[in-house]
């Protein structure tokens, strides 16, 4: 499924701890910054700078947190580990695409979430964790 373009927000960002430049590619086929890292068939990017926030900050690693602003090179659609299963929609902006995505630039200033809301959030994904339940597919 294609998020029509309609539908699409005017600006995507991804979340990573990686260093990049404008002008490079996050492709599909390294191992992902989350869960068991197993080879990521997918690359994620969203439309909102939260949920951005959310990914450099649980991203594995030592690298300082970075917010990309990324731009699709193929067809993009709702990314079902956030949209249906954890939330009615999509009001994430959370989408997936098997082709690369570019980056076009870097947010700077932005705020992470607290400490208390960071830890609740890396608490509950150890709970899934012991479910045997893998964030991203």
């Given at each position: 499924m294609t998020v029509p373009d309609n539908e699409n927000p005017s600006r995507f960002y991804h979340g990573t701890r990686a260093d990049l430049r404008p002008g490079d590619l996050i492709e599909a086929g390294y191992n992902s910054n989350y869960g068991a890292r197993k080879r990521a068939s997918w690359v994620y990017l969203t439309g909102t700078l939260d949920a951005a926030i959310w990914g450099a900050e649980l991203a594995t690693g030592d690298g300082q947190e970075r917010i990309y602003v990324v731009e699709p090179t193929g067809p993009i659609e709702d990314d079902p580990n956030l949209t249906d299963k954890k939330f009615p929609g999509n009001p994430t902006q959370s989408y997936r695409s098997r082709e690369?995505?570019?980056v076009t630039g870097e947010v700077t200033d932005w705020q992470?979430?607290?400490s208390e809301r960071l830890k609740?959030?890396?608490?509950?994904?150890?709970?899934?964790?012991a479910q045997g339940i893998e964030a991203i597919d």
């Open positions: 690369p995505i570019r992470g979430h607290s609740e959030m890396k608490d509950h994904l150890e709970r899934l964790k």
